[in-house]
């Protein structure tokens, strides 16, 4: 590639020698002197390794956000009752998949009243916003479906 551009170099100065007036042969000499001159060799340099960026570790558990946190306490067994629920269900979504309780007990909270469903030998769940939005629930295989 230099080659090319020094053959172009030179070219251009002859050139431009042989259209100047009275022909003078300084040009031609000052082609000739950059054709003879050694060429630079380039010594490529070495790419450096890239260094490896650290992983820091939190020093402390971060906890997740609030809508990630689960709502069930304990682990349903797996083809149980419970198993089929998800929170958020409505109160009559719940009762149509897995039946009527044994027991309800109902907190009135300020405006609002909480219902504490039981059903024996799968635990308990809670029903917010009157009774209608399942919140939680709580897995106990021993329970008797009574408060």
Request: net charge positive; with cysteine; proline share 10%.
């Amino acid at each position: 590639m230099r080659h090319l551009a020094l053959c172009g170099l030179l070219t251009l100065a002859i050139m431009a020698g042989c259209a100047m007036p009275g022909n003078d042969t300084s040009a031609l000499k000052v082609a000739s002197a950059v054709a003879s001159a050694p060429a630079p060799v380039a010594t490529p340099t070495p790419t450096p390794a890239p260094t490896p960026v650290p992983v820091v570790k939190p020093r402390h558990k971060t906890r997740p956000p609030a809508s990630a946190v689960s709502a069930v306490t304990g682990k349903p067994a797996p083809g149980s009752k419970f198993a089929r629920l998800r929170i958020g269900m409505s109160r009559k979504q719940v009762e149509a998949l897995i039946g009527l309780p044994g027991d309800v007990k109902t907190t009135q909270v300020g405006a609002y009243t909480h219902d504490e469903t039981f059903y024996q030998h799968e635990g308990s769940l809670l029903f917010v916003k009157n009774g209608a939005v399942l919140s939680h629930i709580t897995v106990d295989t021993s329970a008797s479906g009574y408060q």
